[in-house]
């Protein structure tokens, strides 16, 4: 969890002075580096963490994203479902480790869609016989996508308690602006 909070921590501050998502990135990465130098110190485990760093264009009706190892979005309309063409980069902590910088994608985020946001806890939910839980699968429904797919899941999963944290966020794009739900 500390390295969770010091990515909490950092992100507050560096999102008022940070111009790009490259450089929100670099200084998120700074602050695990730094709290992994802490621990190991301590003697405690270096831990590195999974984000998806957003901007959301209302005025371009587009989306400015770097991926660093988590689970991708999914753009939904309400006749598909597109995942976003974004290269996963290296989880905060590791990216002196990858051969490439973090480098942000954008893709359209039109008037009547919803992007859809999750944590590797629903994609890593798994049914009794172990396998991982089909999200790709599951996405067409009803209107209240978070609470469906959460329920959908915990079914899914039967007697199995998650073994992580699950996060399910929808960003609709009505035809004038966005709204979270």
Known sequence: ??????????????????????????????????????????????????VLILNIDDARNEVQAINCGHVPPHLLDADSVITPPLDSGAPLGLAALAAEPATPGRFAFPGGTALLLTTDGLTESRAADGAFYPLDE????????PRALNEDAHAYAGKAAPHDDVAILTVRRPHRSCTLS
């Open 138 to 145: 599951r996405l067409a429904g009803p209107g209240d996508l």
């Open 1 to 50: 969890m500390g390295a969770a909070f010091a990515v909490l921590g950092s992100f507050r501050e560096a999102a008022h002075r940070e111009p790009t998502l490259t450089g929100l990135v670099d200084a998120l990465d700074a602050s695990v580096v730094r709290h992994n130098s802490y621990v190991a110190r301590r003697g405690d485990d270096e831990r590195f963490v999974t």
